[in-house]
Every structure is written in C-alpha cells, then in structure tokens.
C-alpha cells in the first residue's frame, strides 16, 4: 500500500482532490505547474462540469427535439387537411414553407431533412395527380423543401456558432465580460428571492506589466492562459471564472458570505506560490490582488456589485502585491 503524501492534509475527490495531491507532492520537480497541465490533458479544459451535467442535458435535449418534431408533422398534417378540405382553392405553399424553416431552426439537421421530406410528400399527395406528374411534382417540391432546410440550418448553426464565440474570450478561454454581464441578473435572482448570499470577487495579476515589459507579450499571454486553468480548478462546481479584460477576472461564487470568499482568495493565492510558475525556462514570479464585494450586503444589482468589487480590488492594490481586501463603505468614501 502506498504511504500517503507527505503535507497532504485531507483527500478530495475529483479535480480538486487530484490537484490538492498533486501539489503537495515533493516529488515533482514544479509540482502545481505540472498538476495543473496534467489536469488540463485528463479534464479537457474545465469540462469536467459539463460531464457532471451530460446526462440530463441529453435526456432535455433529446424530449425537446421530439417534441418539436411531433408539433411539426402535426402542422404538416393540419395543413395537409385544410388544403384538402378548401378543395385546392388557396396555395399554402407559404404555410408548407414556414413549417421547413421553423423545423430547419429549431431542430438538428437530420431531423429538419426529415421534416422537409414529409413536408414534399404531403403537399404533393393532397393535389391528386397521379402517374408521372406525381414523380415529377413530388422531386422538384422534394428539392426545393429540402434545399431551403438545409440552408436555414447553415444558417442558424453559423448563427449560434457566433453567439457563442462573442461570449467567449479567445485567448483563455474562459467567458468574457459580455457573458459575465448577462449571467449576473440571471445569477442574482434566485438568491435574492431566497435570501442566499453571493460573491463577486475581482482580481488581477500582479507585476503583470513587468512581465509584458520584460519578456514579451507572447510569456504575457501564457501566464493569463495558465491564471485561466488555475481558476477553473480551484473553484467549486457552479462557480464560474471569466476574463473582465487585460489581466483582470472575475470569479462569481454560489452561496457564500465574506468570509467563505476570504477562503476561496487565499486558496487561490496559496495555490499559485505553490506552484512556482516557470514560463520559457524563466522563473516568474507574481501575485494576485483580490477585491471582494457580497451580495446583497455590498450591492443589491450587478452593476453596484461590480463597482464595488472593483473598488475593493483597488484597496488591495493600494495594500501591497498579494493582498485580498472586502468591500468597506468607510474605506471606499476616504478613498
């Protein structure tokens, strides 16, 4: 049986657990450094929390798309019906359209194409014509439903392809502040109907600028990427990083008061000495300022929780490299 790791106070489970081990281990000549890309490689980047949530995501997604392609062939059917009834008085080609597209937008592209097909068959059944007319009628409205299902799908994955990349910050790949500033509302909600306490905390790196100064701006950005792949592993389940912009982020903490937030910001600091990060063979050594503001003693909306993080973050900075500070009224109205 292997002996237990020297320094290793308590075992977790998970990413946490397998960090917490591995930055304890004397073994390792840069034990977090290496923790840390280890866990990247096994947890594929943080998605370790979308696994967690796959199987109900699946079972959701996949009632919904049934759901959806019921309501569609029943549309398919009631308008099949009404043409069938007016006798071929009115052209609902337009109808038979909007239900190709709709399917197209809201359904994957096999079932879409599948919808379109119905669509062809139906509309060309209720005319009546028989022999080579039907075979003929039946490819071309067959072409034209299923060619315009397959460009609104393009369409509208091209469409979504873009909502997500404006959400997310292209060089670490956390969520940007256009994220952070439509989930806060969102975020608040819920605890401000059941009383729960949340925290916003703000931080930045400190000596950033003399390592852009310095090294250049290519270690730069590998030390905001590696900031990133700490703070998606040092957070709990539910607790999100993002990138507010330059070298600062943001971390938004579930039910905790100041005092669980002080935790949250001394782990992250004690995990970072730890570490002992090395860019290009170059030892760099910084720190983190840290800003906390709680809800709702330090702000009832998100943007008074942000401006009072930022404010708590700024009495850090004023405190030294290293320091976490809680949002003060007094301290903020002296400054």
């Given at each position: 049986m292997?002996?237990?790791?020297?320094?290793?106070?308590?075992?977790?489970?998970?990413?946490?657990?397998?960090?917490?081990?591995?930055?304890?281990?004397?073994?390792?000549?840069?034990?977090?450094?290496?923790?840390?890309?280890?866990?990247?490689?096994?947890?594929?980047?943080?998605?370790?929390?979308?696994?967690i949530a796959e199987p109900a995501m699946?079972?959701?997604?996949?009632?919904?798309?049934?759901?959806?392609?019921?309501?569609?062939?029943?549309?398919?059917?009631?308008?099949?019906?009404?043409?069938?009834?007016?006798?071929?008085?009115?052209?609902?080609?337009?109808?038979?359209?909007?239900?190709v597209l709709?399917?197209?937008?809201?359904?994957?592209?096999?079932v879409a194409l599948a919808v379109?097909?119905?669509?062809?068959?139906?509309?060309?059944?209720?005319?009546?014509?028989?022999?080579?007319?039907?075979?003929?009628?039946?490819?071309?409205?067959?072409?034209?439903?299923?060619?315009a299902a397959l460009l609104t799908s393009n369409w509208e994955q091209e469409r979504r392809r873009l909502m997500r990349m404006s959400r997310v910050d292209g060089l670490?790949?956390?969520?940007?502040?256009?994220?952070?500033?439509?989930?806060l509302p969102t975020w608040l909600g819920p605890?401000?109907?059941?009383?729960?306490?949340?925290?916003?905390?703000?931080?930045?790196?400190?000596?950033?600028?003399?390592?852009?100064?310095?090294?250049?701006?290519?270690?730069?950005?590998?030390?905001l990427k590696e900031v990133a792949n700490l703070l998606r592993f040092a957070v709990r389940?539910?607790?999100?990083?993002y990138r507010f912009g330059g070298d600062e982020f943001v971390l938004l903490l579930s039910d905790a008061d100041g005092e669980g937030a002080q935790v949250v910001a001394t782990r992250i600091q004690e995990i970072y000495r730890s570490m002992g990060q090395t860019l290009r063979g170059t030892d760099v050594q910084v720190s983190f300022g840290i800003g906390i503001a709680v809800f709702p003693e330090d702000g009832s909306t998100p943007d008074l929780l942000l401006t009072r993080a930022?404010?708590?973050l700024l009495a850090a900075k004023r405190s030294g490299p290293g320091k976490v500070a809680r949002y003060e009224a007094t301290a903020a109205a002296a400054a």
């Amino acid at each position: 049986m292997r002996a237990p790791l020297r320094g290793a106070r308590r075992r977790h489970r998970g990413p946490a657990g397998f960090l917490d081990r591995a930055w304890r281990d004397p073994g390792s000549p840069n034990p977090g450094l290496t923790a840390i890309r280890t866990a990247n490689a096994r947890y594929c980047l943080g998605n370790n929390r979308m696994k967690i949530a796959e199987p109900a995501m699946r079972n959701v997604l996949g009632v919904r798309r049934v759901l959806g392609l019921v309501l569609m062939l029943a549309a398919v059917a009631a308008v099949a019906y009404l043409e069938r009834s007016v006798g071929g008085d009115f052209d609902l080609r337009l109808v038979y359209f909007l239900i190709v597209l709709s399917g197209a937008m809201l359904l994957p592209r096999s079932v879409a194409l599948a919808v379109a097909a119905a669509v062809a068959i139906v509309s060309v059944g209720v005319t009546g014509v028989t022999g080579t007319a039907l075979i003929v009628n039946g490819l071309t409205h067959l072409v034209m439903y299923g060619y315009a299902a397959l460009l609104t799908s393009n369409w509208e994955q091209e469409r979504r392809r873009l909502m997500r990349m404006s959400r997310v910050d292209g060089l670490t790949g956390l969520r940007n502040l256009r994220a952070l500033q439509e989930q806060l509302p969102t975020w608040l909600g819920p605890a401000a109907r059941t009383g729960r306490h949340m925290a916003v905390m703000m931080m930045d790196v400190d000596g950033f600028k003399e390592v852009n100064d310095h090294l250049g701006h290519g270690v730069g950005n590998e030390l905001l990427k590696e900031v990133a792949n700490l703070l998606r592993f040092a957070v709990r389940v539910g607790d999100e990083p993002y990138r507010f912009g330059g070298d600062e982020f943001v971390l938004l903490l579930s039910d905790a008061d100041g005092e669980g937030a002080q935790v949250v910001a001394t782990r992250i600091q004690e995990i970072y000495r730890s570490m002992g990060q090395t860019l290009r063979g170059t030892d760099v050594q910084v720190s983190f300022g840290i800003g906390i503001a709680v809800f709702p003693e330090d702000g009832s909306t998100p943007d008074l929780l942000l401006t009072r993080a930022d404010e708590a973050l700024l009495a850090a900075k004023r405190s030294g490299p290293g320091k976490v500070a809680r949002y003060e009224a007094t301290a903020a109205a002296a400054a």
